[in-house]
């Protein structure tokens, strides 16, 4: 009870201001850059960090999903495509200042997320080494993702019908969509992390 009623009153104490951000950034997003080329979807399923993750097309199709080790403490897990290959792995360094999560790509790039991101309700932070920028609500899971010269990459807003947490994922630069769907789902798994730690922390 303490665990549901915690999610609860979290979602209580947001919802309103994400719900406002979402409809602000796809307002935003449509005016200023246009129609996406196409969308995925995922959902924020509250349960725990090893339960699999799955982004689907529009239509319903399988695109990727996740495969994580049962070890918490460093946070491994694969991201594979529908065929069952790698595209990206993601593990977390465990004693930091600011918990750093490393992205490491099947072609080699790699990049890091902080849990600082989730200090800040509405900013902007950048991915330094791909020259990336997020812009908007990183706890809501409601942000513009960049490029170098300041255009959309993809956009992730939660999807307003929706009797679960589902959040679309549009994408303006297909080229990057292996690396968005590694930003969205590791974002995805820090919060989770972070929601444990809370409800682990209400309950001592």
């Given at each position: 009870m303490?665990f549901?009623?915690d999610?609860?009153?979290?979602g209580?104490?947001?919802?309103?201001?994400?719900?406002k951000?979402a409809?602000?950034?796809?307002?935003t997003?449509?005016?200023?850059?246009?129609?996406p080329?196409?969308?995925?979807?995922?959902?924020?399923?509250l349960?725990?960090l090893?339960?699999?993750?799955n982004i689907?097309?529009e239509?319903?199709?399988?695109?990727?999903?996740?495969k994580?080790s049962?070890?918490t403490i460093?946070g491994?897990t694969d991201?594979m495509?529908a065929?069952g290959?790698?595209v990206?792995?993601?593990?977390k360094?465990?004693?930091?200042?600011?918990?750093?999560?490393?992205?490491?790509?099947?072609d080699?790039?790699?990049?890091?997320?902080?849990?600082?991101?989730?200090?800040?309700v509405?900013?902007i932070?950048?991915?330094?080494?791909?020259?990336?920028?997020?812009?908007?609500?990183?706890i809501?899971?409601?942000?513009n993702?960049?490029?170098?010269?300041?255009?959309p990459?993809?956009?992730?807003?939660k999807?307003?019908?929706?009797i679960h947490?589902?959040y679309c994922?549009?994408?303006?630069?297909?080229?990057?969509e292996?690396?968005?769907?590694?930003?969205?789902?590791?974002?995805e798994k820090m919060?989770?992390?972070?929601r444990?730690?809370?409800s682990?922390?209400?309950?001592e």
């Amino acid at each position: 009870m303490g665990f549901l009623s915690d999610l609860v009153k979290l979602g209580e104490a947001v919802s309103g201001g994400i719900n406002k951000t979402a409809d602000d950034l796809s307002k935003t997003t449509i005016d200023d850059y246009g129609e996406p080329e196409y969308t995925l979807y995922t959902a924020l399923k509250l349960a725990d960090l090893h339960s699999r993750i799955n982004i689907t097309d529009e239509e319903d199709n399988l695109r990727y999903y996740t495969k994580s080790s049962i070890i918490t403490i460093t946070g491994k897990t694969d991201i594979m495509d529908a065929e069952g290959n790698v595209v990206a792995h993601l593990e977390k360094k465990p004693v930091s200042l600011h918990e750093t999560h490393y992205v490491m790509m099947a072609d080699g790039t790699h990049f890091t997320l902080s849990n600082e991101l989730f200090h800040i309700v509405d900013d902007i932070t950048r991915i330094d080494e791909l020259g990336w920028q997020l812009r908007g609500n990183f706890i809501g899971l409601t942000f513009n993702l960049l490029d170098e010269n300041s255009e959309p990459i993809a956009t992730v807003r939660k999807q307003m019908v929706s009797i679960h947490d589902k959040y679309c994922i549009d994408i303006y630069q297909p080229e990057l969509e292996p690396e968005v769907v590694a930003i969205v789902i590791q974002l995805e798994k820090m919060l989770e992390d972070r929601r444990q730690n809370q409800s682990h922390n209400s309950i001592e």
